[in-house]
């Protein structure tokens, strides 16, 4: 109790002050997946969990956590747009170490698309010398339905297409690959298993990392990132 009315006398004071609107406590995002209508019903929710209940101005829809199917809570933490300007480091023995910018987005698909009860997936990864196009993703995640179980499908600009599996623990999604394919003339090495693992660090870090095991050489760390919520 004493925790909530110190929280509630700071958020006055911000509102008299004009500090940015945002969320005051670190569960909103939790409490808005689960309960859609809570900052309805619930007056501390409404005043501390001021953006995610659409008082900061329009939310795009795409990223609105009050319009995610219930089959998708488990990872609803993931909804958004994730940057990282250069902190990629990319390794493996086939190629020179090299460091890379990327941007994904993750969200929630217009109300026409949702019978397939999916997230959008889109990743874009650029060399930071020349801005130039390194790899790009595009895909879905799903939950199945009544577990804690992610899947998370994907076409490469490099001719790969892959099925991904996961369990969903906490604030954290580890896939692996459960099927992929690959075009006749693709130029990279035959992938045989890849672990991709994606790690929510705080509301505004999200942590990728990625393993891989090729036809010449064994699962080892290929990709790691570290990316900034830069919206909503």
């Known amino acids: 109790m004493k925790n909530i009315l110190l929280l509630s006398i700071f958020i006055c004071i911000s509102t008299v002050f004009g500090q940015t609107c945002r969320d005051y406590d670190n569960n909103c995002r939790d409490w808005i997946t689960v309960n859609p209508r809570a900052c309805d019903s619930t007056d501390y929710i409404k005043r501390s969990c001021q953006q995610s209940c659409g008082q900061c101005g329009s939310v795009d829809s795409k990223f609105d956590l009050r319009r995610l199917a219930p089959e998708l809570t488990?990872?609803?933490?993931?909804?958004?747009?994730?940057?990282?300007?250069?902190?990629?480091?990319?390794?493996?023995?086939?190629?020179?170490?090299?460091?890379?910018?990327?941007?994904?987005?993750?969200?929630?698909?217009?109300?026409?698309?949702?019978?397939?009860?999916?997230?959008?997936?889109?990743?874009?990864?650029?060399?930071?010398?020349?801005?130039?196009?390194?790899?790009?993703?595009?895909?879905?995640i799903s939950v199945k339905p009544n577990t804690k179980e992610a899947a998370l499908t994907t076409v490469?600009?490099?001719?790969?297409?892959?099925?991904?599996?996961?369990?969903?623990?906490?604030?954290?999604?580890?896939?692996?690959?459960?099927?992929?394919?690959?075009?006749?003339?693709?130029?990279?090495?035959?992938?045989?298993?890849?672990?991709?693992?994606?790690?929510?660090?705080?509301?505004?870090?999200?942590?990728?990392?990625?393993?891989?095991?090729?036809?010449?050489h064994g699962m080892q760390e290929h990709t790691f990132i570290r990316y900034n919520k830069i919206a909503p």
Do not use: C
């Open 74 to 140: 488990p990872i609803g933490f993931l909804v958004g747009r994730w940057r990282s300007e250069h902190g990629g480091k990319a390794i493996f023995p086939t190629i020179p170490k090299f460091t890379f910018g990327e941007e994904i987005e993750i969200s929630i698909p217009d109300d026409n698309m949702q019978s397939s009860h999916a997230l959008n997936y889109t990743a874009f990864a650029w060399s930071i010398n020349d801005k130039d196009e390194l790899h790009s993703e595009y895909g879905y």
């Open 156 to 216: 490469m600009n490099n001719g790969f297409v892959t099925v991904e599996e996961g369990p969903i623990v906490g604030n954290q999604i580890r896939f692996r690959l459960r099927d992929i394919g690959r075009i006749s003339f693709s130029r990279d090495l035959p992938v045989h298993d890849l672990v991709r693992e994606w790690t929510l660090l705080d509301r505004s870090t999200l942590q990728a990392r990625l393993n891989m095991e090729t036809l010449t």
